[in-house]
């Protein structure tokens, strides 16, 4: 167990880990619920809420971050509201971006969450700028500050993630890239499309050809993460320029809802290794591994939370999506003719 | 007080005062100032400027970071067609950031770089390409024709709150012209009126508007009076002088150094279509490029581009002076 964090801490980590979980849950269940409020595509991080809530435990005032569409988990950290969240998911008024976005694509930059991109791997070079900012800024006499970049594995083949680890490391730049290895490329094996995956190698090795450390670590033990990320953190805020971690994950849903023409009604379907693959064996043992419960027994059995304390957070948790998913079911729909808004500045 | 300086000095002058005015503007790109001596280094420092990777990608996307945390980045990218290797970066993320944040962010770039090098640099270096980044809610265009607007339209790109492709004319690049000393901007979206005219009206960007002003002075000696419109940008575009104009010469043409289709004077043509139809006494006519990829040969690489020739006989076309191409 990581030395210096509080029990409060830690305990605060095991509730945004919830507050996920329950978000993600409240999210595919509307599909069943609430057939056509939820439009397009929406990407799910449960699974990954280990690695996430680690991650951004490291990060201190002034420190920014960029993701990908797969996006929910992030804002929730950092205290965004859930209502305003899911009525973006929605479509509403008041959406945390006014219905321009949708799941795909929040954004939170007054806490430091400047967006996401759609197009895989295109989020790496933003998070590189603002690190180049962070950098210009520090020199200047400025709090040093920190980006994290969060990425899947699919985006580590893309070439904005070589151009930008190289660029980050020749010169110095305050990030670090987190990329969150789910094993899947939607439905592809990463064995099946990454050649140090099919040579057996973790993926961090690619580091290496951009002279920057490079670590993997399991992203289902929030405490591992943590350490792993803070001295990635550390050093980048130190002057010594980027770090890559794989943060290996397990995705607990299929890679998205289903993809189909209006009309259709949308849900989740199984996961890629049963749909695909039909290895439900692998399936089975993530889920066994499950990382929200896990940490809850661990710190149950640590003394770090009581069982009553754990089930109180339950409460509250299933209290605050609940009311979220209330609020954006009531909100109305945005003027249409907002649409022609903010095309420029 | 102006003075006669070169199109790129006047570029480079817009991208000293910009830099002195504003501490948040930082300039870098391929073969930017690899020198430590080079007077920008000198004058700005190397967190300002710097040199980067052949990275277009990371280069443009990282300007998009920079803008996302508040500074104002100039992206050296040398071609246009070099964009085309981040077509991503400049169409899918620069102009839909803020939108889809619901106006939370703001992303003012500029992608600054050259186009149209009809001099013998074949078929992916010459590209008048702009046409692709003005179907893009959300960028912005422009493409100065003159030394004083190469200056005037660069600071105003700088200061513009959003993502704009700012293009210069490498046929351009040694044209003199008078050019105002000191801050010097140029409105986006304002048209301009290179010569004014009664007859018919010539429409014209960036290298053609020169093309067109020497076909008015051909056309004037046959006692034709040609109006010549330089839009100046793109994207916004001033279609209310163009269509002033046509409504006085009823005659248009459209010279554009792109390939036809999908090309500026095409999109140009079709607003007085629909908003100045009634004002036209003869069909719209468009001298652009042919539909081809631009050769090396000299003689097939003019074979294929707008001139002052082409132009004239457009306008003797719709002015009904000669037989109407079918």
Known sequence: MSSELSNDRLVWIYTQMARIREFEERVKRTFEEHPGVIRGHTHLADGAEASIVGSLATIEPGDQLTATYRCHGYPIVLGTDTKAMMAEIYGRRHGLCGGYGGSMHLADPERGFLGTSGIVGQGIPHATGVAYAAQIRSRAGGVPTVVLSFFGDGASKQGAFHESLNLASLWKLPVVYIMENNNYNVATRSDQEDANAAAGEPLSVKAKAYSMPGVTVDGADPLAVYDTVKEAVDRARGGQGPTLVESKVYRLSAHGNLIAPPGVPLHYEEHEAIRVFGNREEYDAAVRGDPVPRFRMRLIEQGALGAAQADAIAERVRDEMEAAVQFALADPFPEPEAATNFVYA | ?326
């Open chain 2, 1 to 326: 007080m102006a003075r006669e300086i070169p199109y790129i000095v006047a570029v480079n002058e817009a991208l000293q005062l910009e830099m002195e005015r504003d501490p948040t503007v930082i300039f870098y790109g391929q073969d930017v100032a690899p020198s430590d001596e080079d007077p920008l280094v000198k004058a700005f420092g190397r967190d300002r400027v710097r040199v980067s990777p052949i990275s277009e990608t990371a280069e443009i996307g990282m300007a998009v970071g920079l803008a996302l945390a508040g500074f104002r980045p100039v992206v050296e990218l040398l071609m246009a067609e070099f964009m085309l290797v981040a077509m991503n970066q400049v169409v899918n993320e620069a102009p839909r950031l803020r939108y889809m944040s619901g106006g939370q962010v703001k992303v003012p770039v500029v992608f600054k770089a050259g186009y149209g090098f009809t001099a013998g640099w074949a078929g992916q270096h010459t590209g008048s390409i702009y046409n692709m980044f003005c179907g893009i809610p959300g960028l912005k265009v422009a493409l100065p024709s003159t030394p004083a607007d190469a200056k005037g339209l660069f600071a105003t790109a700088i200061r513009d709150d959003n993502p704009v492709c700012y293009l210069i004319h490498y046929l351009l690049v040694l044209e003199h012209g008078d050019v105002p000393e000191g801050e010097y901007l140029v409105p986006f979206g304002e048209a301009k009126i290179r010569r004014s005219g009664s007859d018919v009206t010539i429409v014209a960007t960036g290298w053609t508007v020169g093309k067109a002003l020497q076909a008015a002075e051909l056309l004037a000696s046959e006692g034709i009076d040609a109006e010549v419109i330089d839009p100046r940008t793109l994207q916004p575009l001033d279609v209310p002088t163009i269509l002033a104009s046509v409504e006085k010469t009823g005659h248009i043409v459209l010279a554009d150094q792109a390939t036809r289709h999908a090309s500026a004077a095409s999109f140009i043509a079709a607003e007085v279509a629909e908003h100045g139809f009634s004002y036209l006494r003869a069909p719209i006519k468009l001298v652009t490029a042919l539909d081809a990829t631009v050769p090396y040969s000299a003689p097939m690489e003019a074979f294929v581009l707008p001139d002052e020739h082409k132009i004239a006989g457009a306008v003797r076309e719709v002015l009904g002076e000669a037989p109407v191409a079918a």
